[in-house]
């Protein structure tokens, strides 16, 4: 089991950047594949990024080039760059763990970004 926890969310004005962590406890971070996802208010959790365990990454055709995913192993910890951010942008950000080949999904609590016009 991981526990997760999302950070570096805020409010940004458009075409800023941000940073966000996903910081896990536990020796077995590098064994699992990490998604980000995001929700905007009244929209329903959508995929943006994954990480996975050789450290290829995937990317969602909305952010793709805006978006950059990585993992630092030694740090437990997943990085989401976020630039060029838009209005459009707007969500709570979480972050999720999943080992290959398992069916249980282990998420954060989620960190807001909100980005004004």
């Known amino acids: 089991q991981v526990q997760l926890v999302e950070s570096g969310g805020g409010l940004v004005q458009a075409g800023g950047s941000l940073r966000l962590s996903c910081a896990a406890s536990?020796?077995?971070?590098?064994?699992?594949?990490i998604g980000w996802y995001r929700q905007a208010p009244g929209m329903q959790r959508e995929w943006v990024a994954t990480?996975?365990?050789?450290?290829?990454?995937f990317y969602s055709d909305s952010v793709k080039g805006r978006f950059t995913i990585s993992r630092d192993n030694a740090k437990n910890t997943v990085y989401l760059q976020i630039d060029s951010l838009k209005p459009e942008d707007t969500a709570v950000y979480y972050c999720k763990g999943r080992r290959p080949g398992d069916l249980s999904d282990y998420w954060g609590q989620g960190t807001q970004v909100t980005v004004s016009s």
């Open positions: 990480v996975n365990t050789a450290s290829t990454t």
């Open positions: 536990g020796s077995t971070f590098r064994l699992y594949n």
